[in-house]
């Protein structure tokens, strides 16, 4: 009787799914024992399998091949009680450990009293737990809107000093092409 069902499949499959360290310690564990078992339980089994290739020749030699095939069946039988009995302590630790995640949910989800209600409100007012912090929220949003305010403010000025200056340059231009004397053509043949 086997422990496990294609071993080796199920590695690949939890290496391939989860990665070489994806799999959890308790059932890393698990796997090693039931491994360990398995390899036991082979290898009395190819014992057993040796005693039917024995040739015995007198009763003496069949008495002692029929003991040592009762004692591979009793060998075979306490492999598998103490790992059925690690097993069930590794149920029972994995059950203790769900237990307390469980007993850590259900405190998390008690009611708080109004002292501790106006601690947690007092904290999350003055911001001593940055990640949830109102004022902490508060005045990253103003420093948005104020930088938001700035650019828009500096491409305003940018864009009036820019017409400002095309204003003078063409007035400018125009004042100077103003003092320019016209060109009059002059003929030097008289």
């Known amino acids: 009787m086997n422990i496990s069902i294609n071993q080796s499949n199920i590695f690949s499959v939890l290496n391939r799914q989860f990665g070489a360290f994806g799999t959890s310690k308790s059932t890393q564990d698990k796997m090693e024992r039931q491994q360990k078992a398995q390899n036991q339980?082979?290898?009395?089994?190819?014992?057993k399998t040796n005693l039917k290739n024995m040739e015995c020749d007198s009763l003496e030699e069949i008495a002692k091949k029929l003991e040592m095939f009762h004692s591979y069946e009793d060998q075979i039988a306490e492999v598998k009680k103490a790992y059925n009995n690690e097993q069930m302590g590794h149920v029972l630790d994995e059950a203790m450990e769900q237990g307390?995640?469980?007993?850590?949910?259900?405190?998390?989800?008690?009611?708080?009293t109004p002292e501790e209600r106006k601690k947690d409100m007092a904290e999350e007012a003055l911001g001593l737990d940055e990640s949830k912090g109102a004022?902490?929220?508060?005045?990253?949003?103003?420093?948005?809107v104020i930088s938001e305010s700035i650019e828009e403010m500096e491409e305003e000025i940018l864009e009036q000093s820019t017409k400002e200056l095309r204003g003078e340059n063409l007035k400018a231009v125009e004042e100077m092409s103003a003092d320019e004397p016209q060109y009059m053509p002059f003929d030097m043949r008289i």
């Open 41 to 47: 339980i082979d290898f009395l089994e190819n014992q």
């Open 100 to 112: 307390e995640k469980i007993a850590e949910a259900v405190e998390k989800t008690e009611p708080k």
């Open 135 to 144: 004022l902490t929220e508060s005045l990253e949003e103003i420093e948005e």
